[in-house]
């Protein structure tokens, strides 16, 4: 299974853009919904994605590397698809996963509970 199915990385470009414009407009950060889930089913790492930089395959969003600190910030999907938990198992992602929250909403959530919760 691909990674980022086209349809989700199309929209986490598009979301890139809107938030580079809404940056340099005003000032203002978008607070997305997640757009997509990336986890790896033999580790505890977590990714809830809301943007990607297309001419970087820099990802921002919320990450949670199974330490008890998740936190928001910049990863790249070239290192998450090159990444392999404990059995050698890839990152994959979540197909049934449907953002019902903005990543701050998210965030919030994930630090009380010291991990991800969706």
């Not at 600190?69 to 998450?80: A, H, M």
Request: aromatic share 8%; with cysteine.
């Amino acid at each position: 299974m691909k990674l980022l199915a086209e349809e989700i990385k199309q929209q986490l470009i598009r979301n890139h853009q809107a938030q580079t414009v809404s940056q340099q407009n005003d000032g203002d950060s978008i607070d997305f919904k997640p757009v997509v889930k990336l986890f790896t089913p033999d580790a505890a790492a977590t990714w809830l994605i809301t943007e990607l930089d297309p001419e970087t395959n820099i990802a921002f969003g919320l990450c949670d590397l199974g330490m008890g600190y998740p936190e928001l910030g910049y990863v790249s999907i070239d290192e998450i698809n090159a990444l392999r938990g404990k059995l050698g198992l890839p990152v994959e992602r979540d197909l049934y996963f449907k953002a019902d929250m903005t990543l701050s909403q998210y965030h919030e959530e994930a630090v009380a509970a010291e991990q991800i919760i969706c």
